[in-house]
Each structure stands twice: as C-alpha cells, then as structure tokens.
C-alpha cells in the first residue's frame, strides 16, 4: 500500500521525508514490528512511543507516525494525534477486513462478556462463521486464536485479528466494545451492522473520572453508529440495541439516527420479559415480542441473565435470526467461564466463582443468591489495584449489605499495596453497625477462612476474578485460578 494513498485521506500537520514508498504492515509497539512496517507512535500512560522509534526503524520500519518530528532516517508522517488517525492507516494497509464482515458491537458496565457469548452461539446455530473477540478470549467458529489480554484491543492489533477472522472464513464478528476503547478512538473505523447496550453502573473512573463522562464515552457506539470511513456496501441498515429499563438508553436512543429495538423487563419495550422466576440453577420468563410469545428456560440463573438473553435476542433478531434458532439457543447454554460457576468438589455447601468486579454486578450475584439461599452467604472480595478507588468501599457495602460474612482479600493489586486497597474498601464497612467481616491479604488464606467455615446449606461467593487463571501482584503475574484453588482447599479439609 502506497503511503501517499493513506496520507491523502486524513489531516496533517507535517510529512518528512518520501510518500511514494510501499508500507505492508503496521505496528504500535517497536518489539514487535516487522520490516515494511509502519510504527505508530501512542504518548502512553507508563512511556513515550516515540522513545522507541529508533528501535523501529531497526526492526525494518519503513514509515513512522508521530506527533512530533522524531530523530530517524525515514519518512515521518506528523499529525496532531496518532490515537486518532492510527485507525485510518490499520484499516487501509490491512485492506479493510472489517467491511466484510458483519459487525456486531456490545457496549455496557456488566453483562458484555456473556452478551457476545449468547449471540455467538446463537449465529453458529443458525449455521453462521463466526468470530469472538471479548475479554476472556478471541476465537472462531474454528477454534480458540488465542487468550485476551484486553477486552477490547488497540486499533492496529484489533484490524489484525480482523484479518485472520475474514481468512478464518468468518462472516459475523461479536466483539465486546469497552469504554477505553470508545475513548481511545480503537474502534474508529467499524461499520457496525448491530451495537448493543447492556447496563451504565459505576467503574472505570480512574480513567473516565466523571460517570457523566464515563456514558458519554459509551455512547460513541450509538452517535456513530453508520458512520464509516466507507459505507456499508450491501446497503443494510444498522440498529441499536438498547435496554429500556436503563436511563442512559433515552439518551443514547435520542443521540443515533439508526433504528432503535429496545429490550427489558420493567419499562414497555419492543423485546421484553415477563413472569421471571429465578432458582439456583436457572431462570425462566416468558418472552414477549410482537407476534412472539415464547416460555424460555435457561441454565444461567438471575435476574442479570434474563437481562443479557434479552440483549442477545433483541441483537439476534435485529440480524434477521428466527426466534426458534434463538431461543433454543439460549435454552442450550449452560454459562460463561468465570460467570456464577459452581466448584463441586464434593463440599456439602455451594461455591461460586463469579466476575462480579463492580458495585452492581456484585448486588447482582448477590441479590440472585440471595432468592435460593437457605443457610448463610459468605463473599469473598477484592478489589483491583490501579483501577478506580472509588468503587472500594462501594463494593465492601454491597457485599456487607448481602451477606452474612464478608471477607475482604485482595483481587489484582498490580503496584498498589494490596493493605492499602484493603483498608480503602473497610472505610465502606468499618462503621456500619452489626457486619461480620475479616480482612485476609493473601486470597487464598481470604478463600480457605470461607470455606473452612460454610457448612450445609451456605453459600460461598467468590467475586472479582471469575475465568482470570492469574493474581497481578506488581507487575508478576502469577498462576492462580479461583476455582482451582477453592477446589483444592476443599478436598484438603473434607
Ligand atoms: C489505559 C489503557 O488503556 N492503557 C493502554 C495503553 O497503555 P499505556 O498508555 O500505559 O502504554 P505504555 O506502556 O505507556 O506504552 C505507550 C506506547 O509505547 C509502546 N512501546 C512501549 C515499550 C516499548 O519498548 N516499545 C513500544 O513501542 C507501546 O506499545 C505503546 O503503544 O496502551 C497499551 C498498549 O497499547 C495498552 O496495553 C494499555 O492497556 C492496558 C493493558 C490496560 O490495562 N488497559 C485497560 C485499563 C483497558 O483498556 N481496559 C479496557 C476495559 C476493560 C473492561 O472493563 O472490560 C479494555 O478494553 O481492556
Ligand atoms: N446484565 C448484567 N447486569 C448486571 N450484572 C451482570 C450482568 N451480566 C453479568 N453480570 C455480572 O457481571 C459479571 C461480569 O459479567 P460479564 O463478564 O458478562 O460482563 P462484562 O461487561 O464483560 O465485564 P468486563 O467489563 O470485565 O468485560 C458477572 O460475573 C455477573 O456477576
Ligand atoms: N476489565 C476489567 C477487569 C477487572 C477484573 C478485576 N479482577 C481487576 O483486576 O480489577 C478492568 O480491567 O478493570
Ligand atoms: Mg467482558
């Protein structure tokens, strides 16, 4: 691809050096950059990109993308922000996969992991080549590509994945939209055919700081929805989906000029449920729809699950998918990694691993327990360290709230003290009258205290690392898996 052909279609502030040169690929970090690259330059949290442009180059850079003049013998393209035009560039030499496809984007606090899985499942049943990208892994109907480090990656590695889904065979790619994302311009350039909205609770404010800023950023999938870099070349119109019983979908509904099919369960909606009953291992409700009346029966359980098969349908349907294939779909899953799974290790009480890791969803898991629950709930929570503060004492109140212990431990605390993050949550719980708690640092001595004590008929929630197969303490990640650890210290005490 001719450099001068990409650097026709955006703004400039400066080009060094020849345009008339062949680019064949496109890197963001100098470690990993192939010879014909372009390397693009992002001004990051922890470094500069444009520390590393001569490491670039001598990996075989061809071109650089920059904000400012840089120090290199070979064509710099200077633009005011790189974020912002990386997209153009990743799309146009990676030759445009996402027009191919058909895009369904899921946007939203919690719920979006699960969203994306239902409709995936839904489209293969239907006989659909799909891929997945989201925050526990990127896959296709073929198989796993490989595990996520991010929900939603960045704009060049996203374009790539893209690529080997289009060669893949995929016709249909869901993928989770995170907010960082919307913010971070990563998904500039997807024309999505359907963008979903599950739910606005807090989280993220270390990065948003404001929850009005924090919607704002979740509502670019909507403000931009249908509009692309070029059109969408089959002429379909796209649709947002979005959750009547959440104010932010008036906003969002009322911010798009695509068609709107709204889903819920309290508020009048084009999709919604009623008569829900929730049990230990599922839920049922009755799914309304015009012309659609329909008993559903799922193996996932809460009130949350009902919510995220209504997404999924509302999508499904949006796509032109039967409701039969939908709902018997729905029907046949039997739930997400990480998401409200049950350890059984011969224990005589229930263990719950769930990623619940913020405010609502852990009064989600909660409240859901809670309705089938005959003995006591013990919640065993953390919080993750270099991420927003706020939800701390939050989270220790809702798990204080809905249990009869809590044990406060620690989650990822990455650079933070994990003593420090500890404390921040027990300032939510430290003064309210009548709740039991302990405060454990290592997590599993945090696990162990919960089930050494749960006898018959309790409930032990485990929350905040649901499918995660690590603890981030510093910068080391080291092995360790909620489930995998609760089962063995069951069968260490039985
Ligand atoms: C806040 C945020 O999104 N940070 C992302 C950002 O990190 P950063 O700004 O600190 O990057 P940096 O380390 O300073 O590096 C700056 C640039 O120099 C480059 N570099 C660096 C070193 C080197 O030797 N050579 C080199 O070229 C890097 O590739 C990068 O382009 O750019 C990095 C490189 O692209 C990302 O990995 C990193 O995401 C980190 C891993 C992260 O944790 N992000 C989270 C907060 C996130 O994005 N989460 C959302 C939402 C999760 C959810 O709720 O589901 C997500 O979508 O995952
Ligand atoms: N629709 C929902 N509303 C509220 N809470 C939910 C919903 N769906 C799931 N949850 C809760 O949130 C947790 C995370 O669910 P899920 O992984 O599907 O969300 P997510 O939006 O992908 O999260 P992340 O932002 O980490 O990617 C679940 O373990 C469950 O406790
Ligand atoms: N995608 C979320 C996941 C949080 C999971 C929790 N275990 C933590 O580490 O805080 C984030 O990056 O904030
Ligand atoms: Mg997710």
């Known amino acids: ?60 850079a061809v071109a650089v993308l920059v904000e400012e003049p840089v120090d290199v013998l070979c064509t710099q393209v200077i633009v005011p922000s790189t974020r912002r035009v990386a997209p153009i560039f990743a799309h146009t030499i990676l030759g445009r996969p996402a027009d191919d496809l058909l895009m369904v984007g899921v946007t939203g606090t919690n719920g979006k992991t699960t969203t994306v899985t239902l409709i995936e499942q839904i489209l293969q049943q239907a006989g659909h080549a799909t891929g997945l990208i989201g925050t526990i892994e990127q896959r296709t109907s073929k198989g796993e590509l490989r595990s996520s480090s991010m929900t939603t990656p960045e704009a060049v590695q996203l374009v790539q994945t893209l690529k080997e889904m289009r060669e893949l065979g995929a016709r249909y790619v869901v993928m989770e939209v995170s907010s960082h994302a919307l913010e971070l311009a990563r998904v500039a350039g997807i ?30 999938l909507f403000s931009r929805l249908g509009n692309v870099f070029t059109p969408l070349a089959d002429g379909l119109l796209p649709v947002a989906v979005l959750n009547a019983d959440d104010p932010w979908s008036r906003i969002y509904a009322g911010n798009t000029v695509q068609q709107v099919l709204t889903y819920g369960i309290d508020q009048e909606a084009d999709i919604r449920a009623t008569d829900v009953s929730i049990a230990a291992h599922g839920v049922s ?8 009346q329909k008993e ?132 939510g719980i430290r003064h309210l009258p009548g709740v039991e708690y302990v405060r454990h640092t290592s997590r599993v001595d945090g696990i162990r205290y919960a089930l050494t004590h749960a006898t018959s008929g309790d409930v032990v ?34």
Do not use: W
């Open 1 to 60: 691809m001719q450099l001068r052909h990409i650097v026709d279609q955006i703004v400039l502030k400066e080009v060094r050096g020849l345009l008339d040169i062949n680019v064949t690929g496109i890197s963001d970090d100098s470690r990993h950059v192939s010879p014909g690259d372009l390397f693009v330059a992002y001004r990051g949290g922890h470094v500069d990109g444009h520390q590393y442009v001569q490491q670039a180059v001598a990996a075989g």
């Open 191 to 220: 024309g999505y055919r359907v963008a979903v909205f599950t739910n606005l609770t807090q989280d993220h404010l270390d990065f948003h700081e404001t929850m009005q800023a924090y919607g704002e950023a979740k509502g670019k």
């Open 285 to 292: 409700f009755m799914l309304r729809a015009h012309h659609i």
């Open 296 to 427: 559903v029966h799922l193996h996932m359980t809460g009130r949350f699950s009902v919510y995220n098969a209504l997404a999924a349908t509302a999508g499904a349907l949006a796509l032109g998918i039967d409701v039969d294939t939908i709902v018997s779909t729905l029907e046949q899953v039997t739930g997400v990694p990480g998401r409200f799974e049950r350890v059984e290790a011969g224990q005589p009480y229930t263990i719950l691993v769930d990623y619940s890791h913020t405010p609502d969803s852990l009064e989600n898991a909660l409240t859901t327990i809670r309705e089938f629950c005959t003995g006591r709930v013990f919640t065993v929570v953390g919080c993750g360290g270099d991420r927003d503060r706020k939800k701390r004492p939050l989270m220790a109140q809702v798990a204080a709230k809905y249990s009869d212990v809590t044990v406060l431990t620690s989650d990822n605390p990455r650079t933070e003290d994990p003593v420090c993050i500890i404390d921040e949550m027990e300032e």
């Open 461 to 494: 929630l485990i929350a905040g690392k649901g499918h995660e197969t690590y603890q981030i303490i510093g910068t080391v990640k080291h092995d360790f898996d909620d489930r995998l650890v609760a089962a063995q210290i069951v069968v260490e005490h039985l």
